[in-house]
């Protein structure tokens, strides 16, 4: 199993020391080719969830275990470890570094983790995101839909066997929308790559396999 939680809350502290519940007793499991959609509307505690999930927090309470390990025995550099090498990770905005190329935006991506990628893979998931005559062109000259189909192939340059992806359409319009859900479908039938993917949109339910609602911090399972 890729990630299974149980009964896992999120409570954080505000000014005054109250106290707010983000997420409360959330319980899901994923296998190696799900494709997940979590729906809910904005402020339902889908970021914080995928946070959790993609290692970049940590539950207040309950369990985890990522890809058949406790999240508890994890070190923070072992948690690094996978989020560079197992974990692609796509937002509602691209967060392409300015000052460098597409190409390079995707080399300094694989840089940080154990795998490197040849000029020959490079050029295949530029191909793959329609963005190879793109390769030398920095984020600004990039469209909307563009710069976050870079983001994509940034997400898949060490090929992770998991992607998580929070509202990653939410800026495009239908066009790209459309081009960005079937390349993650696409990297999902064709390479077993497991998704999780958060959105208040109900278009990406024609592209997930199942689904669940998320709302004030708790999940309503509907598949």
């Excluded at 000029?119 to 920095?138: A, F």
Aim: overall charge neutral.
């Amino acid at each position: 199993m890729i990630i299974k939680t149980l009964n896992i809350s999120k409570i954080v502290v505000g000014p005054g020391k109250k106290s707010a519940t983000i997420l409360e007793d959330i319980s899901i499991g994923l296998n190696k080719g799900d494709f997940l959609t979590i729906l809910g509307p904005s402020g339902s505690g889908k970021t914080t969830l995928l946070q959790i999930l993609g290692l970049m927090d940590t539950p207040s309470s309950g369990e985890m275990n990522i890809f058949d390990r406790d999240i508890k025995s994890l070190s923070l550099e072992e948690k690094a470890h996978l989020r560079a090498n197992e974990i692609g990770f796509i937002f509602q905005k691209p967060f392409l570094i300015n000052d460098l190329t597409l190409e390079e935006n995707l080399r300094l991506a694989n840089k940080l983790s154990k795998k490197e990628a040849s000029n020959d893979i490079i050029d295949n998931i530029l191909e793959t995101v329609g963005l190879i005559d793109k390769k030398l062109s920095y984020p600004k000259m990039l469209s909307t839909g563009e710069a976050q189909r870079g983001s994509l192939a940034r997400a898949i340059i060490n090929q992770p066997v998991l992607i998580i992806a929070d509202e990653p359409t939410a800026s495009l319009d239908r066009e790209n929308k459309l081009i960005v859900l079937d390349l993650l479908k696409k990297f999902n039938s064709e390479k077993s790559v497991s998704i999780i993917l958060a959105s208040h949109d109900s278009l990406v339910l024609e592209y997930c396999k199942s689904f669940l609602k998320l709302k004030d911090g708790k999940i309503h399972i509907d598949n």
